[in-house]
């Protein structure tokens, strides 16, 4: 009896997480040119992510669509290369497509800073606001060179901290503490600045580098925390939403212009509704991942208004110094669309 009931707990602590369902396909089967196409899309997190959730409605919509004309092979994980390696690849026209966080790409689109400095995106509205409306849809066209064609916004996230060391309330425990970050120098300033000894590294090599103690901690949004099981070697976390971070759906010059202009529409809207529906799956999982977290024993500090705030006075002279470089202009808009949402 006592050994059942513990295998049932063990059960549902382990039980999978459950995802929304796919939605159906809406729209009519698009007339292409009589050609068949395969697109090659790789992305860097695992087959539990919401990222991959949305590949897979992508893959749903472009297939019946096209009525099979196009197919569409997923790969997940960093099967063929991380974020910075897909892009090359699209380069070189040796993959089809990829969606990497926007903060790796700043050395190629400098505007893609914003989405690092923290705390700018208050409320997921506020960053829907900025990726579908006016500014978004620019940074889509302006990311359209150099061998890419960008077509839509899904998201990564907030991010949060974990840590194999000890809890984490406020900037001071961060002292020396080796702290991962993304490829991006504003990241790497934010850890250097909260007393953090930051090292920048692909994702692709993180959880390695956290179970071998290269670094003592990382921060990602709790989905990818758990899809990518970083729990099993981080024990503590905090919930800091620090940065929100979105990811861009690239497209493979080479591989656009191939295709016939009505199917180069359909990927259009089809990146679209992947970004509704897998923004959707990541806000919906977010809460829920965050409680399984703690249900297997993660230690999660949750801080108060006034203990982020101390995070946040710590990170103004960040603010000061990116501005110039990424634009005031930008960050005021930004900034307006925030405040109009809180009247
Ligand atoms: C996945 C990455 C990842 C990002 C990072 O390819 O590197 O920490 O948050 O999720 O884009």
């Given at each position: 009896m006592a050994a059942a009931l513990l295998s049932l707990t063990s059960l549902s602590a382990v039980a999978a997480t459950e995802m929304p369902p796919l939605p159906d396909v809406t729209g009519d089967v698009v007339k292409g040119d009589g050609n068949d196409y395969n697109l090659k899309f790789n992305i860097?997190?695992?087959?539990?992510s919401a990222q991959y959730r949305g590949l897979e409605y992508f893959k749903k919509i472009v297939e019946q669509r096209s009525d099979d004309h196009i197919k569409v092979q997923t790969f997940h994980?960093?099967?063929?290369?991380d974020d910075l390696q897909s892009v090359s690849a699209l380069q070189a026209g040796t993959l089809d497509m990829t969606a990497p966080s926007t903060s790796p790409m700043v050395s190629m689109f400098?505007?893609?800073a914003v989405f690092d400095?923290?705390?700018?995106?208050?409320?997921p509205e506020i960053a829907d606001k900025v990726l579908d409306g006016d500014i978004g849809q620019q940074m889509l066209k302006d990311a359209s060179t150099k061998g890419l064609v960008a077509i839509g916004w899904s998201e990564n996230g907030y991010r949060q901290l974990t840590n194999s060391e000890h809890a984490v309330t406020?900037?001071?425990?961060?002292?020396?503490l080796k702290v991962r970050t993304m490829q991006n120098p504003i990241h790497l300033d934010i850890w250097r600045t909260l007393g953090a000894n930051p090292t920048p590294m692909s994702f692709a090599e993180l959880f390695t580098a956290l179970e071998q103690g290269v670094v003592d901690g990382q921060e990602n949004p709790w989905i990818t925390i758990e899809s990518s099981k970083f729990n099993e070697v981080q024990p503590y976390a905090t919930e800091t939403n620090h940065v929100y971070t979105p990811f861009i759906t690239l497209v493979s010059e080479r591989t656009w212009n191939r295709l016939p202009e009505s199917y180069q529409q359909l990927l259009r809207d089809a990146a679209k509704q992947m970004g509704d529906y897998e923004r959707h799956v990541s806000r919906v999982m977010n809460d829920q991942i965050k409680q399984e977290l703690k249900d297997d024993g993660m230690k999660i500090t949750e801080l108060t208004p006034e203990q982020v705030a101390v995070f946040q006075q710590d990170l103004a002279p960040v603010y000061d110094d990116w501005r110039d470089k990424i634009g005031g202009d930008l960050i005021d808009r930004i900034r307006a669309e925030s405040k109009v949402d809180s009247k």
């Open positions: 860097g997190l695992t087959q539990s994980s960093a099967q063929l290369g400098p505007q893609f400095l923290p705390f700018l995106f208050p409320t406020s900037p001071a425990d961060l002292d020396g």
